[in-house]
């Protein structure tokens, strides 16, 4: 893979307002995050990471990460947060010193990273939204209870991936505490389905957008979560993540069994007959011929 592979990793779990609740995994997604993108065996990006930033170094960070980069190189961007609507119903992406009533001095609006993704020169950007929408909405706030994410950052030479563009969700799970915080729904498929190799969906090695996609969609519907990831993009090459750990074998295994139809149910056929096998006819006696006719017998 190329070796122009780079990532920031935005994590805001504390705020200062109190109308933003404290999330307790963001900062446990970015370290997991950070681990698989930087290992050379699986990610080999170059990782950066803003933990609890102010919005003003939120949004250097990200002004930073997507300057003087090259054609052909590739950047990931995942976010952590708090996603607040303002009373238009615009995106806003809360850090550590928000005030829900003052997005636009204090906050990063969706728009101002949309502006420096198409600034960017790189033909192949990957977002990965992992935002909590539960108190996106204010009072009075216009429109409807959806995150219009397509319409704020989809573009040209992109791929978004977004945990869920609703707020009905358990965004963190049930079984977060402060002493032992646990990855997001979302973020916690990711980081394993790049760990174990699981995301190689089609096993060929590599692990694609979506192949990633893929993979944790069917993650959370198997564990019965209601939320559902969507992703858009519009790029003109085969965005590669990662390698596939998992050993040559399995992928191989695995991709047999994606090509082995499933079997349909029904009833047992009736067994069939046993083959037939002709074999040659026994060699028969000549059938002995009658006696030729002697002469007539005498009369009396």
Not at 196 to 201: F, I, L, P, V
Not at 231 to 256: I, K, N
Request: glycine letters at 8%; aromatic letters at 4%.
């Amino acid at each position: 893979m190329a070796a122009d592979r780079h990532a920031l990793l935005v994590a805001t779990g504390h705020y200062e307002h109190p109308d933003l609740r404290l999330l307790r995994s963001p900062t446990r997604d970015a370290e997991g995050l950070a681990a698989v993108l930087q290992d050379p065996l699986i990610g080999d990006f170059e990782v950066g990471t803003v933990v609890d930033g102010r919005h003003d170094e939120v949004a250097r960070a990200i002004e930073v990460f997507f300057r003087d980069r090259r054609r052909d190189d590739l950047l990931l961007l995942h976010l952590s947060c708090h996603g607040v609507k303002n009373d238009s119903g615009e995106l806003h992406f809360a850090t550590a010193d928000t005030d829900p009533r003052l997005l636009a001095s204090t906050s990063v609006p969706a728009a101002f990273l949309h502006t420096q993704m198409s600034r960017c020169r790189a033909r192949s950007i990957v977002l990965l939204l992992d935002c909590c929408y539960s108190g996106a909405f204010l009072p009075g706030a216009k429109g409807d209870t959806t995150v219009h994410v397509r319409d704020e950052l989809a573009g040209h030479g992109r791929v978004v991936i977004t945990a869920t563009n609703r707020t009905e969700y358990a965004w963190e799970g049930r079984h977060v505490t402060a002493q032992q915080p646990e990855h997001s729904r979302f973020t916690g498929a990711v980081v394993e389905g790049l760990r174990t190799g699981e995301a190689d969906r089609d096993g060929d090695g590599l692990i694609g957008v979506h192949d990633l996609y893929d993979h944790v969609y069917e993650e959370l519907r198997a564990a019965g979560v209601a939320q559902r990831p969507q992703m858009w993009l519009e790029v003109e090459r085969q965005v590669v993540v990662a390698r596939s750990v998992r050993p040559q074998q399995q992928r191989q295994q695995r991709q047999q069994r994606q090509r082995t139809p499933e079997p349909v149910l029904s009833p047992e056929p009736l067994p069939s007959p046993e083959p037939r096998h002709e074999r040659p006819a026994a060699p028969q006696s000549p059938t002995p011929e009658p006696p030729a006719p002697g002469p007539p017998a005498p009369g009396p």
